[in-house]
């Protein structure tokens, strides 16, 4: 097996969106997905760490790297959302590729562990508090954001009028999450 393993969640995804593409997000978007996944892979180049495999799947880009202390560990982890940040002054050219740069960027900030904002956070409350403080204090995060993101999507979509829309994104971010701070055990 290669360095890029793609699933079958990915390219479905991926057709879901080239299919479905009314305002031409499909081009940016992908643009966007390769600079943040570039911005990780570059810092582990830097840092002489070896990337080992990207998985591409339904619940997003996992990187596959070597040991990593804390240090690097965050250093990685906010490498992707500021790669992202770097097109933004592209935004007079392609507006459509820096708002999907800021979006993809302001997405991974979030600080739940299976995202890059939740990694940056736990390798600096592990350096700050120890592992085991750190582990309890991701969870309860993650927990009263997830609550505040159900919380403010049925308000987005009931008393703003927003439909359904908010709230099937709210479900699929907390899904999204809630694989990765719940992953099934192997029989």
Not at 130 to 136: C, I, L, N
Not at 161 to 170: D, E, N, V
Request: proline share 7%.
């Amino acid at each position: 097996m290669g360095f890029l393993d793609v699933g079958p969640g990915w390219a479905l995804l991926i057709a879901l969106l080239f299919y479905v593409n009314p305002i031409g997000c499909f081009l940016p978007f992908c643009v966007a997905t390769v600079f943040h996944e570039m911005g990780h892979i570059t810092a582990l180049i830097l840092l002489d760490i070896p990337p080992r495999r990207l998985r591409l799947r339904l619940g997003g880009a996992v990187l596959e790297t070597g040991p990593m202390n804390c240090r690097q560990e965050f250093i990685c982890a906010l490498a992707g959302p500021a790669a992202n940040l770097l097109l933004l002054p592209v935004g007079r050219l392609w507006p459509k590729l820096a708002a999907f740069s800021l979006l993809l960027a302001l997405f991974n900030l979030l600080p739940f562990p299976a995202l890059d904002g939740g990694r940056a956070l736990s390798a600096a409350l592990t350096l700050w508090v120890g592992s085991a403080r750190a582990e309890k204090i991701m969870l309860l995060i993650s927990i009263l954001l997830g609550l505040g993101i159900a919380i403010l999507s049925l308000w987005a979509g009931i008393v703003l009028h927003g439909g359904f829309w908010p709230i099937l994104t709210a479900a699929l971010i907390l899904l999204r999450v809630g694989l990765d701070l719940f992953p099934r055990k192997e029989m």
